[in-house]
C-alpha cells in the first residue's frame, strides 16, 4: 500500500528528480521508510508460528520500540531532542527551547480561541 500510495502520488519520482542536497536526503528518507515497510510486511510469523499483526498500528509500535534510548544510562551526560507535548511532565536539569518565534509557537492553528491558547500556554509551563 505504501509503494501504491507513493507511486500514484509521484512523490517518490519528484524526490528522485530534486536533485539538492535536501532532495536527495529526503528521497533516501523515503526509500529506506519504504524498504524498512516492505521488511516489516514480508517478514515471518513469529517464533512460535502465531499470526503477526502486520497492520499499521503494529508496524508503528514496532519501530517506536526500535530505539534504545531506554535502556541508556540515566546519569550519563547526553541531550534529549524532544517536542514540548513530549517533555510535558518531565524534569530536567538544563532546558533549551528552540523554536518560539510567533506563530510556531504558540501555533498559529491554536490561536483561534482564547482557550486553544490557554492550552498551547499551559503546555509550556
Known amino acids: 500500500m ?3 500510495v507513493g507511486k500514484n502520488t ?4 519528484e524526490l528522485f528528480n530534486d536533485k539538492s542536497t535536501e532532495g536527495l536526503q529526503r528521497y533516501e528518507n523515503i526509500q529506506e521508510l519504504l524498504n524498512s515497510i516492505k521488511e ?12 503477526v499483526d502486520k497492520g499499521l498500528g503494529a508496524y508503528l509500535q514496532q519501530i ?9 544510562d540515566p546519569d550519563a ?4 531532542l524532544m517536542t514540548i ?7 530536567f536539569e538544563c532546558v533549551f527551547a528552540a523554536g518560539l518565534e510567533e506563530m510556531l509557537f504558540p501555533n498559529a492553528m491554536s ?12 503546555l509550556f509551563m
Open 2 to 4: 505504501a509503494f501504491h
Open 85 to 91: 507535548h513530549a517533555a510535558k511532565g518531565l524534569e
Open 40 to 51: 516489516w510486511v514480508e517478514s515471518p510469523d513469529n517464533e512460535d508460528g502465531e499470526v
Open 10 to 13: 509521484n512523490l517518490v519520482k
Open 64 to 72: 517506536t520500540l526500535l530505539t534504545d534510548a531506554d535502556e541508556k
Open 111 to 122: 490561536i483561534n480561541t482564547r482557550e486553544e491558547l490557554e492550552e498551547e500556554r499551559r
Open 77 to 80: 551526560d547526553t541531550v534529549k
